[in-house]
């Protein structure tokens, strides 16, 4: 230290250098001496040279603020298009929402795909549906990658079930970049959404396998007629029926009345667990694990009450808008009378 001090103070007084071993050597200050006089034609080199670098200075002084200028407006630019791009994919986002909640989205998705391949726009066998809304939104006019990284930002907010109105802040705050590589990361250890919607499918079904073994309600009829009533490779059969309060009396009795059956085809027996499977995807973990804990009997009617206020939510959400639409087109009709 105080060596280091020492050091300290004679560098306020004198130059240091250090030799090969690295003791330090003392080397005397410059002298202001005379100024050297130059002739007439030295001179004159030293003044077209001092006036060749004040050019120099000047000319990269001008450039770079030029550049300045050109940079300021590119990162304006950009930044007006990163806001335009959060904007439209807040957009799509709330769409997305809307298509994944409805009953007609797996017929949407064909037709969105039908149209992209008329319109040669290439499109892969195995791209997700999030990926096909935004080739059809931004056309041919990005990459692949990029379709893939918004495509992941929107699964990525969809698994932290940011709200469509929230969506346009979650994505300023995390950037796409971010989103997408945290969905990654996510489908690498199977959590991906379409492995979450796979976990989910299998609860349902292991739900109606525990309902089977103790149903809500049952009744008999011969097999031959059974038979006609399901679809050919499945035993899966839906009933369609109403349930009617008796009057009087017997008003606090209601009769379930099943009108008919429909045998369903495998797109609509998938559309139906896939509709429930979407309502618990995202909480597929906490379901695994209660299936763990409780007897499957007791977890079963969890999920199905669950799974009923779901719907229930659905089927008040469904009502409010036919009736906003209903509204709307008798206000249209009065309107042209």
């Known amino acids: 230290m105080s060596r280091a001090l020492a050091i300290s103070n004679e560098l ?15 080397l005397s200050p410059p002298k202001n001496g005379s100024p050297i006089a130059l002739s007439p034609a030295a001179q004159k080199r030293k003044d077209a040279i001092d006036k060749q670098e004040a050019e120099v200075t000047d000319f ?34 709330a769409a997305y929402i809307d ?29 997700t549906e999030v990926s096909l809304v935004i080739r059809y939104v931004y056309g041919t006019s990005i990459k692949p990658k990029l ?42 250890v199977g959590q991906s959404r379409e492995a979450l919607i796979n976990r989910a499918r299998i609860l349902i079904l292991r739900m109606m396998d525990v309902f089977e073994a103790q149903p809500v309600a049952s009744f008999e009829m011969p097999a031959w007629q059974a038979e006609k009533k399901i679809h050919a490779g499945s035993d899966l059969v839906f009933l369609v029926g109403r349930g009617v309060r008796r009057y009087d009396r017997g008003s ?23 509709r429930l499977a979407k309502h618990i995807f995202n909480s597929v973990l906490h379901w695994e694990e209660e299936l763990e804990k409780v007897e ?9 009450n669950y799974l009923s206020d779901k719907e229930a939510q659905a089927a008040e959400k469904s009502h409010l808008q036919w009736q906003e639409r209903m509204a709307a087109a008798m206000d249209m009709e009065r309107g042209m009378a």
């Open 99 to 127: 298509i994944e909640n409805s009953d007609h989205s797996g017929k949407f998705y064909a037709n969105l795909r039908g149209y992209l391949l008329d319109q040669d726009i290439r499109i892969q066998s195995n791209s």
């Open 296 to 304: 499957e009997q007791v977890w079963a009617g969890d999920i199905y």
């Open 60 to 93: 990269i002084k001008k450039q770079s603020d030029n550049l300045k200028k050109i940079r300021s407006g590119v990162i304006k630019s950009q930044t007006k298009y990163r806001d335009s791009l959060y904007k439209s994919l807040s957009g799509i986002y």
């Open 147 to 188: 379709v893939n990284d918004y495509g992941n930002a929107l699964l990525e907010a969809c698994l932290q079930e940011i709200a469509p109105k929230d969506f346009l802040e979650w994505v300023k705050r995390t950037s796409i970049s971010k989103a997408s590589q945290q969905y990654q990361q996510r489908a690498k």
């Open 252 to 274: 606090h009795i209601a009769d379930i009345r099943v009108c008919f059956f429909i045998p369903p085809g495998i797109d609509f027996e998938h559309m139906v667990i896939n």
């Open 12 to 26: 306020k007084r004198k130059s240091i250098v250090q030799d090969a071993t690295g003791n330090v050597i003392n």
